[in-house]
């Protein structure tokens, strides 16, 4: 039994002897270097950490709070380096349990891991004031915001929204003072034609919340003066009587890019004027006229023609 003692102990001496020297040196050498960086100069930085504030589930925060927070540091540059570079999760203010009212939130030098030989010299801010307000929701209009006019020959006609009301959530205080919400902006400087799609709405500054789906907004584009002419389109009349037009072709005025004329298929492009179910007798009606989408309307000449059915 001493033996075998003798021989554990015997081993363990020669791993610790064998290659001593290499050993003693990568010692010296660890040494030498962390006393250089603590000897050297230290300098100061800034580095934010995000918020997040966790509301009970009835309330929300009812004021604007810093999304970070500074913490400035004093350290070695090695060591400060190592800090900066290193992720930080959010700080997490945990009210889940508290009631509608006022909370102070303080911060401490805890809130962020700093390495040996860092120091945390300040914290902006060093506390927040938290406001919690009970949820609220209602019911309020949608505003169709628009950006840009549109482009030459054409305007905006109408806008359409819909639902024309929406429903929104937030503190009691702050749902209150809001009697609208608005559209993020629509760029109307490029369209040609009419538009219908799901718009999002600008709630970051009214600390609100949508209570429900995004509205479907329309804006209608129509030309209001023409660049191209159309000659000798046939008129059609909708009937089961016998015709007779006084004017058996129109022409029609467009807004349209000069590809989208060359392609276009004259076959498909007539001018109606419906009588269905009229009886007998003289009319002078306006017409309609069939065009591509990518084809402006703006009016025909003339814009009525005459028209007897017997």
Not at 195 to 209: E, F, G, K, P, T
């Amino acid at each position: 039994m001493k033996d075998s003692s003798t021989s554990l102990f015997d081993r363990f001496l020669g791993a610790i002897t064998a290659n001593i020297g290499a050993k003693i040196i990568s010692v010296l050498i660890a040494v030498v270097f962390w006393m250089v960086v603590l000897a050297s100069k230290n300098v100061e930085v800034s580095k934010e950490i995000p918020l997040q504030i966790v509301a009970p589930i009835d309330s929300m925060v009812a004021n604007d709070l810093p999304s970070s927070v500074t913490f400035k540091l004093s350290g070695p540059k090695a060591f400060l380096r190592t800090a900066l570079d290193r992720r930080e999760d959010p700080i997490m203010v945990d009210l889940s349990g508290a009631k509608p009212g006022l909370v102070t939130y303080r911060f401490f030098s805890d809130n962020i891991r700093v390495p040996i030989g860092v120091k945390v010299l300040s914290i902006n801010p060093a506390a927040i004031l938290i406001k919690l307000d009970q949820v609220k929701k209602k019911e309020v209009p949608v505003r169709v915001e628009l950006r840009g006019s549109a482009p030459e020959g054409f305007r905006v006609a109408k806008t359409l929204v819909r639902p024309e009301v929406v429903r929104i959530k937030g503190p009691e205080s702050r749902i209150d003072a809001v009697t609208e919400v608005s559209t993020m902006p629509i760029d109307v400087s490029r369209l040609k034609q009419s538009v219908d799609y799901q718009v999002a709405m600008d709630m970051s500054r009214l600390n609100v919340q949508l209570d429900g789906s995004l509205p479907h907004v329309m804006v209608e584009i129509e030309p209001i003066s023409a660049n191209y002419r159309i000659k000798n389109v046939e008129v059609r009349v909708l009937t089961n009587l016998g015709v007779r037009l006084h004017e058996k072709t129109v022409t029609v005025l467009v807004r349209a890019e000069a590809k989208d004329l060359k392609l276009l298929d004259r076959n498909h492009v007539y001018a109606i004027v419906d009588l269905s179910g009229k009886p007998k007798g003289k009319y002078v009606e306006a017409v309609r006229v069939t065009l591509p989408e990518e084809v402006g309307f703006v009016k025909t000449v003339p814009e009525r023609v005459s028209v007897t059915l017997y």
